[in-house]
């Protein structure tokens, strides 16, 4: 029994369907919204949508109790929270610590679909960008 199974035995099947339609959705969307980090006429509205689609994760995963899925989610919100006061566009390091969490959010979407256990979190997302030389 994977992740979806345990989804369905604890919630309403229309719940979980709608869940894994816009989280396929938000997955998909992130990269270009990520890519467009780098350009400073398309940051204001990419860094406030890519916060919107974490918040909506987090928020969703949350209420399913996908507990590793909320919790990167809420990490990732509160450094896109950062980002969004520094408010210029980013380097390379930071882009790319975000494509590796959008394949993270991928990967999960993939287990999902395939009723598989959630794979786990790989540590080396955790350790952030230094958003220190923003400032």
């Given at each position: 029994?994977?992740?979806?199974?345990?989804?369905?035995?604890?919630?309403?099947?229309?719940?979980?369907?709608?869940?894994?339609?816009?989280?396929?959705?938000?997955?998909?969307?992130?990269?270009?919204?990520?890519?467009?980090?780098?350009?400073?006429?398309?940051?204001?509205?990419?860094?406030?949508?890519?916060?919107?689609?974490?918040?909506?994760?987090?928020?969703?995963s949350g209420?399913?109790?996908?507990?590793?899925?909320?919790?990167?989610?809420?990490?990732?919100?509160?450094?896109l929270e950062?980002?969004?006061?520094?408010?210029?566009?980013?380097?390379?390091?930071?882009?790319?610590?975000?494509?590796?969490?959008?394949?993270?959010?991928?990967?999960?979407?993939?287990?999902?679909?395939?009723?598989?256990?959630?794979?786990?979190?790989?540590?080396?997302?955790?350790k952030t960008?230094?958003?220190?030389?923003?400032?």
């Amino acid at each position: 029994m994977g992740a979806r199974s345990d989804l369905d035995s604890n919630f309403d099947y229309e719940i979980i369907d709608e869940f894994l339609d816009h989280y396929a959705i938000m997955v998909d969307s992130m990269e270009i919204m990520i890519l467009d980090l780098s350009n400073q006429k398309r940051y204001e509205r990419s860094i406030n949508e890519l916060f919107r689609v974490f918040h909506n994760i987090k928020s969703a995963s949350g209420f399913l109790q996908i507990e590793q899925m909320s919790r990167l989610a809420t990490y990732v919100e509160e450094i896109l929270e950062e980002l969004r006061k520094i408010n210029k566009p980013v380097n390379d390091d930071v882009i790319n610590w975000l494509l590796k969490i959008s394949d993270m959010f991928a990967t999960w979407n993939d287990d999902l679909k395939a009723d598989n256990n959630l794979s786990h979190v790989k540590y080396t997302l955790l350790k952030t960008p230094d958003l220190e030389k923003y400032n």
